[in-house]
């Protein structure tokens, strides 16, 4: 049997859970959070099991799959993240090893826009590909960023940016780039978005564009807010750019 169990920290650095009798095998899958400084996930470093503590440590695996974004890519607006959200599914359906970087609200301004904030991001990708030798990296994130009209040259040279130090780190990681997905009541700012997307990547030949737009359907894959993806969404969403990322 499969047991998910969700813990909440408020105010607090450690929560206790009891599972039934017998072998486990634990896997802590992802961490939310509302904001950057608190992704739960981050600072986990023990489990402490029959009083016993055990340092927290990645599963080796020669392909990885790793997945950065906003509130859309760490599964908000479905009801179980960990077997939901878009990235989760390749794991779900696919039995590929997944690991999620991403917090409600992350944008590029808050993850691309200086020097310390990329080396953070490339310090964090570099320990979730742990060991891998096939190394997949997915991008879903700029919906904040619009939402804060970040003009799109901004957005083309923080995300090419952050592209040119993830690659110059390690260039055996490859970059799979979500154009931006469908608003409601999107203006023309999002057009531009496409295009600086577009023509970051194909000016990098370890990065590929994957564009979905106007593939994922308001209201069939929303949440009512016409922002967030529903069950459906994400499952259209991972359906969508598997073949284009597994060939």
Same mark, same amino acid.
């Given at each position: 049997?499969?047991?998910?169990?969700?813990?909440?920290?408020?105010?607090?650095?450690?929560?206790?859970?009891?599972?039934?009798?017998?072998?486990?095998?634990?896997?802590?899958?992802?961490?939310?959070? +509302?904001?950057? +400084?608190?992704?739960?996930?981050?600072?986990?470093?023990?489990?402490?099991?029959?009083?016993?503590?055990?340092?927290?440590?990645?599963?080796?695996?020669?392909?990885?799959?790793?997945?950065?974004?906003?509130?859309?890519?760490?599964?908000?607006?479905?009801?179980?993240?960990?077997?939901?959200?878009?990235?989760?599914?390749?794991?779900?359906?696919?039995?590929?090893?997944?690991?999620?970087?991403?917090?409600?609200?992350?944008?590029?301004?808050?993850?691309?826009?200086?020097?310390?904030?990329?080396?953070?991001?490339?310090?964090?990708?570099?320990?979730?590909?742990?060991?891998?030798?096939?190394?997949?990296?997915?991008?879903?994130?700029?919906?904040?960023?619009? +939402?804060?009209?970040?003009?799109?040259?901004?957005?083309?040279?923080?995300?090419?940016?952050?592209?040119?130090?993830?690659?110059?780190?390690?260039?055996?990681?490859?970059?799979?780039?979500? +154009?931006?997905?469908?608003?409601?009541?999107?203006?023309?700012?999002?057009?531009?978005?496409?295009?600086?997307?577009?023509?970051?990547?194909?000016?990098?030949?370890?990065?590929?564009?994957?564009?979905?737009?106007?593939?994922?359907?308001?209201?069939?894959?929303?949440?009512?807010?016409?922002?967030?993806?529903?069950?459906?969404?994400?499952?259209?969403?991972?359906?969508?750019?598997?073949?284009?990322?597994?060939?």
């Amino acid at each position: 049997d499969i047991y998910y169990s969700t813990i909440q920290f408020i105010n607090t650095t450690h929560r206790f859970i009891i599972l039934p009798t017998g072998s486990k095998k634990i896997t802590l899958i992802e961490g939310l959070a +509302s904001k950057p +400084s608190n992704v739960i996930g981050t600072y986990i470093t023990s489990l402490q099991v029959n009083a016993s503590y055990v340092k927290v440590g990645i599963v080796s695996s020669a392909e990885r799959l790793v997945a950065i974004g906003d509130s859309i890519t760490v599964g908000d607006n479905t009801t179980i993240p960990a077997t939901q959200s878009y990235p989760n599914l390749f794991s779900v359906d696919n039995s590929k090893v997944v690991s999620t970087y991403g917090w409600g609200g992350m944008k590029l301004s808050n993850i691309a826009s200086t020097a310390e904030q990329i080396a953070d991001v490339v310090a964090k990708t570099t320990a979730l590909f742990y060991n891998a030798t096939d190394k997949k990296l997915i991008i879903l994130i700029g919906t904040n960023d619009y +939402s804060d009209s970040i003009a799109a040259a901004t957005i083309k040279t923080r995300l090419g940016n952050l592209f040119d130090a993830i690659h110059a780190n390690d260039e055996d990681v490859v970059i799979y780039c979500i +154009s931006p997905l469908y608003r409601l009541g999107e203006t023309s700012l999002l057009a531009d978005y496409k295009t600086a997307y577009s023509e970051v990547c194909s000016t990098r030949d370890y990065a590929n564009y994957l564009n979905v737009y106007g593939l994922l359907t308001y209201p069939d894959d929303y949440f009512t807010d016409g922002i967030h993806l529903n069950i459906a969404g994400n499952i259209k969403l991972k359906q969508l750019i598997y073949p284009m990322i597994y060939p």
